[in-house]
T-cell receptor
Framework: ETGVTQTPRHLVMGMTNKKSLKCEQH?????MYWYKQSAKKPLELMFV???????ENNSVPSRFSPECPNSSHLFLHLHTLQPEDSALYLC?????????????FGPGTRLTVL | GENVEQHPSTLSVQEGDSAVIKCTYS??????FPWYKQELGKRPQLIID?????GEKKDQRIAVTLNKTAKHFSLHITETQPEDSAVYFC?????????????FGPGTRLSVLP
């Protein structure tokens, strides 16, 4: 595997379910990101991890819970989501957490909340 | 690799006037161009984006134009207000062997004078 991978690619869940999204980067980077892309909206940065430490939480509701066990893996734990949380969730990584660092994106997980 | 240039590096306008920031990119394969606004002490936030199959996009006082042939795109802000003062970054997406990634311009510091 190369680059940034995400699983699952598609997920349908009910509002009472608990699920997790997984992201893995094979680039030796130290920073990882979660983004949300809703229909007809630009990317929204959700969380930033730099050297496994969370450095940014952009006022994301607590029903989204990130986890970064090491620099190569990033999870997004989901529970009691709302239908408006349906979106494409993108993971990205970069060498450092610097904003102008080139960010490499995964293919995304298309989430549908019923 | 992709190179994104941005001009001007600083821009001062009177409140109510228009502001234009221009970016050029080098990789003709780039197909997605977001613009970010970074206020003092805050992380950049995406404000508008455009895809390569569209020549212009507008959202209230903000518009972005794209010229694929010339490989440049511009941010237009009309009726500027003091709260528009910030650093603005453009970016271009490219795909390489590792997937899709973004390359950012160096930024433009916009000051709107009351």
């Amino acid at each position: 595997e190369t680059g940034v991978t995400q699983t699952p690619r598609h997920l349908v869940m009910g509002m009472t379910n608990k699920k997790s999204l997984k992201c893995e980067q094979h680039l030796g980077h130290n920073a990882m990101y979660w983004y949300k892309q809703s229909a007809k909206k630009p990317l929204e940065l959700m969380f930033v991890y730099n050297f496994k430490e969370q450095t940014e939480n952009n006022s994301v509701p607590s029903r989204f819970s990130p986890e970064c066990p090491n620099s190569s893996h990033l999870f997004l734990h989901l529970h009691t989501l709302q239908p408006e949380d349906s979106a494409l969730y993108l993971c990205a990584s970069s060498q450092t957490g610097g904003f102008t660092d080139t960010q490499y994106f995964g293919p995304g997980t298309r989430l549908t909340v019923l | 690799g992709e190179n994104v240039e941005q001009h001007p590096s600083t821009l001062s306008v009177q409140e109510g006037d228009s502001a234009v920031i221009k970016c050029t990119y080098s990789d003709s394969a780039s197909n997605y161009f977001p613009w970010y606004k970074q206020e003092l002490g805050k992380r950049p936030q995406l404000i508008i984006d455009i895809r390569s199959n569209v020549g212009e996009k507008k959202d209230q006082r903000i518009a972005v134009t794209l010229n694929k042939t010339a490989k440049h795109f511009s941010l237009h802000i009309t009726e500027t207000q003091p709260e528009d003062s910030a650093v603005y970054f453009c970016a271009a997406s490219i795909k390489d062997n590792y997937g899709q990634n973004f390359v950012f311009g160096p930024g433009t510091r916009l000051s709107v004078l009351p």
